[in-house]
Nanobody, 119 residues
Framework: QVRLVESGGGLVQPGGSLRLSCEVS????????MAWYRQVPEKQRELVAK???????NYADSVHGRFAISKDNARNTLYLQMNNLKPEDTAVYYC?????????????WGQGTQVIVSS
C-alpha cells in the first residue's frame, strides 16, 4: 500500500520561494528513485526533479539551478526547494516514484499541492 501526501504549496510572487514536502508511506521510498512532477490543466504531467536512492539528483531544464530536490530517509519525506519562482512554474505538484514502470505498477498518486506564482 502506497500513500503520498504532498504539502507546502501556495501563492507566491515571482522571484519568491516555496518548499514542498511529500510524506511517503509504503516501500517505494526506500526501494526506488523518487521524483517531483507537476501538471497544469490539459497538459501531461511532467517530471521536474529526480533523486536516486544514492542521492544523485537530476532536473528538467526549465527548473535547473532554481529547484533542489532532497529527501530525509528517517522521515520518509521528499522535499522540493523552489527558488526564483516564475509564473510558468504555476502547477499542481506531485511526488512519486521516478520510474514509469513503478508508477504503472502502483498506479497511485497523492492529491498534489497547488503552487501559484503571480503578482
Amino acid at each position: 500500500q502506497v500513500r503520498l501526501v504532498e504539502s507546502g504549496g501556495g501563492l507566491v510572487q515571482p522571484g519568491g520561494s516555496l518548499r514542498l514536502s511529500c510524506e511517503v508511506s509504503g516501500s517505494i521510498f526506500h526501494y526506488y528513485d523518487m521524483a517531483w512532477y507537476r501538471q497544469v490543466p490539459e497538459k501531461q504531467r511532467e517530471l521536474v526533479a529526480k533523486i536516486t536512492l544514492g542521492g544523485m539528483t537530476n532536473y528538467a531544464d526549465s527548473v535547473h539551478g532554481r529547484f533542489a530536490i532532497s529527501k530525509d530517509n528517517a522521515r520518509n519525506t521528499l522535499y522540493l526547494q523552489m527558488n526564483n519562482l516564475k509564473p510558468e512554474d504555476t502547477a499542481v505538484y506531485y511526488c512519486n516514484a521516478a520510474s514509469p514502470s513503478i508508477l504503472a505498477t502502483y498506479n497511485t498518486w497523492g492529491q498534489g499541492t497547488q503552487v501559484i506564482v503571480s503578482s
